[in-house]
DNA sequence: ATCCCGAGGG
DNA sequence: CCCTCTGGAT
């Protein structure tokens, strides 16, 4: 497939693996902007996961407020630290197995982490990701597993994390959820959702019409 | 299925 | 004012 947005790019660009994974925790319902602003003074303050091991709940929760959910992401960053001293050495882990089950890690988190920190192809299915999805039919599912399935089908072998991030960023900056910008994407010829308006996964019609990839 | 929570856009 | 934001845990 030809690349839609050259210029696509991951807004939280950290190699660190413990940085890295602190920061998608705390991008969950989150815009990246305001990750952003808050990972400054947050990685100068906590080095490494002792340090969010014994972390003050309150000034952790002050430094992180403006990301949101900050009471749960205190306790799962607290908690991260914790586990990670007494299991993994103090390491990040580079196993799918291990990162879910640490505290705030789903797969959504754990995908993320393995692709950008340890290099390991994966599919990222996110908020975007499974509207774009939805949208474009190429499947009616919400499970995160089929979807993932479903792209590895369509893109063989591709590089899979680079793929989520642009197609993540397709979903943010083109396929909006409430009023997706079809006249400035690339594929809206080949979308099953184009010309009858914004089209929400839920509408039974939009499933059941006839796409490009059915 | 529901809760957690603040911020920014239309 | 209402909706949505790169989810995860219960």
Redesign the pocket.
Known sequence: MALLYPDAH???DFTDPLELLVATIL??????K?VNKVTPTLFARYRDAADYAGADRAELEKII??T?????KANSIIGLGQRLCAEHDGEVPGRLDDLVRL????????N?VLGNAFGVPGI?V???FG?LVRRFKMTDATDPVKVEHEIAALFPAGDWTMLSHRL?WHG?RVCH???PACGACGVAKLCPSYGEGPVEPETAEALVRPGPFS
């Open positions: 991951c807004e939280l991008s969950a319902q989150c815009t990246d305001r407020h403006s949101g959910f900050y009471r749960a505290p705030g890690v789903g797969r959504k988190t754990a993320v990222t996110d908020t975007h509207r993540v943010r959820a409430r009023r």
